[in-house]
């Protein structure tokens, strides 16, 4: 499979060397306005590629060398600097996705092609690309709050003592300062949340559980203050997101895609079920009343952000 990743900076060359180590694809074309910058990327990776599986890994000057493309992922556009918000990067990055979008669908086979959106603020320009592409809903799919839920497993399973992969645990709502901890959801090995600490005698309490959603939300701030950026978590979530895909794998997958038409036509990250055709069906959690207001405030102010880039 060729895929092709737009916007070869921190976070495409992250996607670049996470998708390479996988060997499900056997070729990636990596373009950048910085054609400087995508074509060291390649050399860079190419080297990197000699160790392990047999990807060829290119740079390409223009949108005709993405011909062929069946996934393209789109990491372009401004990132946030410290102290900024996502929505900050709002106005910059629309007008990268409106550069994109039109020129990746001269030159991909509109009947097949999935797009994988990265770029901030993440929902609203999962909607913008839907519209410009006219793909069908499902196959314009936005990592989402894959990489919060990730961080929430991670915090998780420090605080319960308990590998990561025995938590089943979601972010949803916004890819941003809104998104909200679906506490009511969380378990264990298949052990509801509330269970799992009585039989092993941890306290978690209201105090607690405050302190741990407050830093699913600051993890990208913290990070972004000590290294610049953030490159590694997405990377590892757009591999795991594009395998779901390539293997018609059809897990759940807290992933941003557009539901409803006009003007109720709203991306959020919601439980998805993935596969081949990229988001194939959604599914709506059962919230507690305080997270469940908390979600829908965070619908509405993705709405209102994706309205102030229509007028
Ligand atoms: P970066 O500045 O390192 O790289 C951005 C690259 O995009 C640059 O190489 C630039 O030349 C290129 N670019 C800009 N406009 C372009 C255009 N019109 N056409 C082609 N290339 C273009 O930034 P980064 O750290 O790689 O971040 C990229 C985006 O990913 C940001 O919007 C960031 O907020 C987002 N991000 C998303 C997540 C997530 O979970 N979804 C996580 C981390 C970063």
């Given at each position: 499979m060729k895929i092709a990743i737009i916007g070869v900076g921190s976070v495409g060359s992250a996607v670049a060397t996470a998708v390479k180590n996988t060997g499900f694809v056997?070729?990636?074309?990596?373009?950048d306005r910085d054609g400087i910058r995508a074509r060291a990327a390649a050399e860079d990776l190419g080297h990197a590629a000699s160790f392990g599986f047999d990807v060829k890994i290119t740079a390409?000057?223009?949108?005709?060398?993405?011909?062929?493309?069946?996934?393209?992922?789109i990491a372009a556009g401004a990132n946030q600097k410290p102290g900024e918000t996502?929505?900050?990067?709002l106005n910059k990055n629309v007008e990268v996705i409106k550069?994109?979008?039109p020129r990746v669908m001269a030159n991909v086979d509109s009947k097949h092609v999935k797009i994988i959106v990265v770029t901030n603020p993440l929902d609203v320009l999962v909607m913008l690309t839907q519209k410009i592409s006219k793909l069908p809903v499902g196959r314009v799919v936005g990592t989402g709050t894959m990489l919060d839920s990730a961080r929430l497993r991670t915090i998780l399973s420090r605080q319960?003592?308990?590998s990561t992969q025995s938590i089943s645990a979601n972010v949803l709502g916004e890819?941003?300062?809104?998104?909200?901890?679906?506490?009511?959801?969380?378990?264990v090995g298949g052990i509801k949340l509330d269970d799992f600490c009585k039989q092993t005698k941890i306290s978690l309490p209201i105090t607690t559980r405050n302190t741990i959603s407050?830093?699913?939300?600051?993890?990208?701030?913290?990070i972004i203050q000590g290294r610049g950026a953030t490159w590694d978590g997405i990377g590892a979530a757009v591999a795991d997101l594009l395998r779901c895909i390539i293997n018609d794998e059809k897990r759940v997958m807290t992933v941003s895609c557009v539901s409803g038409a006009g003007k109720t036509a709203l991306a959020m990250s919601l439980p998805r079920i993935v596969g081949r055709e990229g988001v194939i069906s959604t599914l709506l959690p059962k919230m507690a009343g305080?997270?469940?207001a908390a979600l829908r405030r965070s619908a509405k102010i993705i709405r209102k952000n994706y309205d102030s880039i229509e007028k």
């Open positions: 056997h070729e990636i074309v990596l373009f390409v000057s223009n949108y005709r060398g993405i011909r062929g493309s069946e996934i393209v992922i996502r929505t900050d990067l550069d994109i979008v319960l003592s308990v890819h941003g300062d809104s998104s909200v901890v679906d506490w009511a959801s969380i378990a407050h830093r699913v939300h600051s993890a990208a701030y913290e305080p997270d469940a």
